[in-house]
Structure formats: structure tokens, C-alpha cells
């Protein structure tokens, strides 16, 4: 079992669509967990981290329920410039590891 | 406040060839990661180290990989003899020692012919 699962899609959506993604991850120990974007070609860039509380940062909303080991992001009225790939990132639990540990991404793409 | 730098951008070696793939951290980091995605694939850990010190290295190869973050200068991930598989984006990321969160340099695509 991977460390931390995504579903790969791709996504298709239109313009000012609601789109939703999961993921899940193996380590119930993690301490941290992050939302990542992805451009073609591109290094990652931090979107959001992400709190048991849930939180929001403009149209984009990040859940994560520990007990069920479940991560998800939430992006409203989507747009063009959202296309991108999604990664799901988990850091560890303890100790002197401090590496991330990705998700294989979800491919979005937002549609004209 | 620059960025994660990282140089080359594009590398280009033919097979049996060293590379050398350099970056400095943001101003204030102490910690830097390096980090390999292979064609169509995700990010995979390969070392983290901090001034003069490799903290872990669980993910970099047995063989023909070394890296090193001196007391002056980038850090260097250091390719022996490099061969086709090794072509991949190679990514470095740095952070400051309180925090759990990296970024990321613009990488160095390695090319090997």
C-alpha cells in the first residue's frame, strides 16, 4: 500500500464548477499535512496546509480526518488558472525524518 | 528575499558522465531537501541535510549518488557516471528549522544521453 493515495484522474471540469479531491494516507502517526500545486514542468508550490479544524483560504477549502486518515481539498467556482496537478503531502511523525512524502498527484484541468 | 535557487536549470550529460546540480537555500533556512520525480511520476524523498551534516538519507541510491550542504556555498547532489535512468527533475527544497513547511526550487532537469 502507498504511503499516501490519490485518485489520479484526470479531472475535466468547467468553468465555475465545484471539484473536490481525496486523499488518504497510511502513517496514522503524521503530524502535518499539505495541499501542493503542480504546474506541467514546474516545481511544487505550497497551496495550503491543512488542520483538523478544517480550514479556508479563498475558494479553496482543506479538511483532514484523522480518524479515518483522510485528507481533502475543495475548490469552488473554479478557474482556468486552476488547471494543474494536486498533491497530497504528509510529513512524518517523530524523530530526525523530516522528509515529505507526495501523493502521485491529481491532474486537474478546468475547461473554457 | 530570493527564492530556492537552483542551477543548472537543464543538464544535459551523456552516460558515464558526472553531474553536478547545485542550490542555495532561502536566506534564513537551514535545512535542505533533495528530491527526485522521475517522467510521469511523484516526488520521492532522497536526502535531507543540514550545514555540514546529512541527516538522512534513506532515500538516495547505494551507489554513484552523494550530496553535501558545506559551511559556505549551495549544497551539491552529485551524480557518478551517470546513466539513462537517472534522467529525471531533480528538486530541491529548504526550510527553516521550526517549521514543518519546504519550498521548492525550480529544479534541474538532468538529461543523460
Known amino acids: 500500500r502507498k504511503e499516501v493515495e490519490q485518485d489520479p484522474g484526470p479531472f475535466n471540469v468547467p468553468e465555475g464548477a465545484t471539484v473536490a479531491f481525496n486523499c488518504t494516507y497510511s502513517?496514522?502517526?503524521?503530524?502535518?499535512f499539505f495541499w501542493y500545486r503542480q504546474d506541467c514542468r514546474k516545481e511544487p508550490k505550497l497551496l495550503m496546509s491543512v488542520y483538523s479544524s478544517g480550514n479556508e483560504d479563498g475558494r479553496f477549502t482543506a479538511q483532514l480526518n484523522r480518524a479515518s486518515q483522510y485528507i481533502s481539498l475543495l475548490i469552488r467556482d473554479s478557474k482556468l488558472s486552476d488547471s494543474a496537478t494536486y498533491l497530497c503531502?504528509?510529513?512524518?511523525?517523530?524523530?530526525?525524518?523530516?522528509?515529505?512524502?507526495f501523493g502521485s498527484g491529481t491532474q486537474l484541468t478546468v475547461l473554457p | 528575499n530570493a527564492g530556492v535557487m537552483q542551477n543548472p536549470r537543464h543538464l544535459v550529460r551523456r552516460r558515464g558522465q558526472e553531474a553536478r546540480l547545485r542550490c542555495s537555500p532561502m536566506k534564513g533556512h537551514s535545512h535542505v531537501y533533495w528530491y527526485r520525480q522521475l517522467p510521469e511520476e511523484g516526488l520521492k524523498f532522497m536526502v535531507y541535510l543540514q550545514k555540514e551534516n546529512i541527516i538522512d538519507e534513506s532515500g538516495m541510491p547505494k551507489e554513484r549518488f552523494s550530496a553535501e550542504f558545506p559551511k559556505e556555498g549551495p549544497s551539491i547532489l552529485r551524480i557518478q557516471q551517470v546513466v539513462r535512468g537517472d534522467s529525471a527533475a531533480y528538486f530541491c527544497a529548504s526550510s527553516p528549522p521550526t517549521l514543518n513547511i519546504q519550498y521548492f526550487g525550480a529544479g534541474t532537469r538532468l538529461s543523460v544521453l
Open positions: 503531502v504528509v510529513f512524518p511523525s517523530s524523530g530526525s525524518a523530516r522528509q515529505l512524502t
Open positions: 502513517n496514522s502517526a503524521s503530524q502535518s
